[in-house]
């Protein structure tokens, strides 16, 4: 009976996708029907609050702020993840040909985050009239035949597009950017985050405090007894910590929860990380880093935009790690190049938006979140 009550609950549950999926449409394109005639942006595939990760909603907080300083007097449109799938057909209604589309930063350009990456090439495909911009984003597909395929399917359909740029988020990716996509406009940036304020603190701890910023996903190329080993080998006080959360993180406290999280890292005297996010939050804090490989490029390359912050270390073994501890200790340097001068304010440029930028109609911005 319990089996057969499963069956008929999955089978009504389908019938109900397209009728739901319907009234999510008309609520999306109602929200928002009063900017179908203005030029505007459409900020896309942003996390949704089940996406627990602190590093990717701080991105979002980067990029808006980043969005409102270069785009002013655009209204945008932020569109998740869910949104920029169930809701397409809205989205196709509400945009015009001069609008410009902005895809989120992230790590899940490849075969290993296709959820995203199909979202991806969704919209790419389906608005072939506009100027699209993926912003900075590590690209890795693995060298199997799944990962082959996918690269394909990516590289037809972004081919496939005039008017595309895709920004790698390290040197490595920028360069497969480039072989996979000849005729977009393509380069490399450093992580967003890095464009949010700098914090420091004046408290210091009498007793040194490490924070361990661990990965305890398929990223990670540590196992759970090899963290224990890393706070085993460490001398001093240690915590251990993950930038993805146990609850999930709401569209209005996304500030509140960075805040948080910033805070913790400013009670730390040395963080040691496989996290991008947690080297980019320990940067933002002026706090020195040990930081560990993942299973891809994604630190292994990006630790190019840090090699000349002596703040900043790249343990090759977890043997190095307790000793590069101890250095980071001794360094009193902690400065940071100014990020959005040296990359992020030159990206209008870079992707040809000034004359988007001239033509706007200058008004009082307004701005949406869904």
Same mark, same amino acid.
């Given at each position: 009976?319990?089996t057969f009550s499963?069956k008929?609950?999955?089978?009504?549950?389908?019938?109900?996708?397209?009728?739901?999926?319907?009234?999510?449409?008309?609520?999306?394109?109602?929200s928002y029907r009063?900017l179908r005639?203005?030029k505007?942006?459409?900020y896309?595939?942003?996390p949704?609050p089940?996406l627990?990760?602190?590093g990717?909603h701080a991105?979002?907080i980067?990029?808006r702020?980043?969005?409102?300083?270069?785009f002013p007097?655009?209204?945008?449109?932020?569109v998740d993840?869910?949104?920029?799938?169930i809701c397409?057909s809205?989205i196709?209604?509400?945009?015009?040909?001069?609008d410009?589309?902005f895809l989120?930063?992230?790590?899940n350009?490849?075969d290993?985050?296709?959820?995203?990456e199909r979202m991806?090439?969704?919209?790419?495909?389906?608005?072939p009239?506009?100027?699209?911009?993926s912003?900075?984003?590590t690209?890795h597909?693995s060298?199997?035949p799944?990962?082959i395929?996918?690269?394909?399917k990516?590289?037809?359909i972004y081919?496939a597009h005039p008017n595309?740029?895709?920004?790698?988020?390290?040197p490595?990716?920028?360069e497969?950017?480039?072989?996979?996509?000849p005729?977009a406009?393509?380069?490399?940036?450093?992580?967003?985050? $890095?464009? /949010?304020? &700098?914090r420091?603190?004046? *408290?210091?701890?009498? %007793?040194p405090?490490?924070?361990?910023? =661990?990965r305890?996903?398929?990223?990670?190329?540590?196992?759970?007894?090899?963290h224990k080993?890393?706070?085993?080998?460490?001398?001093?006080?240690?915590?251990y910590?993950?930038?993805?959360?146990p609850?999930s993180?709401?569209?209005?406290k996304r500030?509140s929860?960075l805040?948080?999280?910033?805070? $913790?890292? /400013?009670? &730390?005297?040395?963080?040691v *990380?496989?996290?991008? %996010?947690?080297?980019?939050f320990t940067i =933002?804090?002026?706090?020195?880093?040990?930081v560990l490989?993942?299973?891809?490029h994604?630190?292994t390359?990006a630790?190019?935009?840090?090699k000349d912050?002596?703040?900043?270390?790249f343990?090759h073994?977890?043997d190095?790690?307790?000793?590069?501890?101890?250095?980071c200790?001794?360094i009193?340097?902690r400065?940071s190049p100014d990020?959005?001068?040296?990359?992020?304010?030159k990206?209008?440029?870079l992707?040809g938006?000034?004359?988007?930028?001239?033509?706007?109609?200058?008004?009082?911005?307004?701005?949406?979140?869904?």
């Amino acid at each position: 009976m319990k089996t057969f009550s499963r069956k008929i609950s999955r089978k009504f549950k389908r019938l109900q996708a397209p009728l739901a999926n319907s009234v999510q449409n008309l609520l999306f394109a109602r929200s928002y029907r009063h900017l179908r005639d203005e030029k505007k942006i459409i900020y896309a595939l942003t996390p949704p609050p089940y996406l627990k990760n602190v590093g990717d909603h701080a991105q979002v907080i980067a990029i808006r702020a980043w969005i409102e300083k270069h785009f002013p007097g655009f209204p945008v449109i932020e569109v998740d993840k869910d949104q920029g799938h169930i809701c397409l057909s809205a989205i196709q209604r509400l945009v015009q040909p001069d609008d410009l589309i902005f895809l989120h930063s992230g790590g899940n350009l490849g075969d290993r985050g296709k959820w995203s990456e199909r979202m991806r090439r969704e919209m790419i495909s389906t608005f072939p009239g506009n100027q699209i911009v993926s912003l900075p984003q590590t690209i890795h597909f693995s060298d199997t035949p799944a990962g082959i395929e996918q690269k394909e399917k990516t590289r037809c359909i972004y081919s496939a597009h005039p008017n595309l740029t895709v920004i790698g988020r390290d040197p490595r990716s920028g360069e497969i950017a480039t072989e996979l996509f000849p005729n977009a406009n393509t380069f490399c940036m450093p992580d967003f985050v $890095l464009s /949010l304020p &700098a914090r420091s603190s004046e *408290t210091k701890n009498s %007793h040194p405090k490490v924070l361990l910023c =661990l990965r305890l996903d398929s990223e990670s190329a540590l196992t759970l007894e090899q963290h224990k080993e890393i706070g085993d080998s460490i001398s001093y006080d240690c915590t251990y910590y993950d930038t993805t959360l146990p609850k999930s993180i709401d569209y209005k406290k996304r500030k509140s929860v960075l805040d948080e999280t910033l805070e $913790l890292f /400013l009670s &730390a005297d040395v963080v040691v *990380t496989d996290r991008y %996010h947690g080297l980019i939050f320990t940067i =933002l804090c002026q706090k020195p880093c040990v930081v560990l490989r993942t299973v891809d490029h994604k630190l292994t390359s990006a630790i190019h935009w840090f090699k000349d912050m002596p703040q900043i270390k790249f343990a090759h073994s977890l043997d190095e790690v307790s000793g590069l501890v101890d250095e980071c200790l001794k360094i009193e340097n902690r400065e940071s190049p100014d990020w959005s001068a040296n990359f992020f304010d030159k990206i209008p440029e870079l992707i040809g938006a000034q004359q988007n930028i001239k033509s706007a109609r200058m008004k009082p911005d307004k701005s949406f979140t869904s």
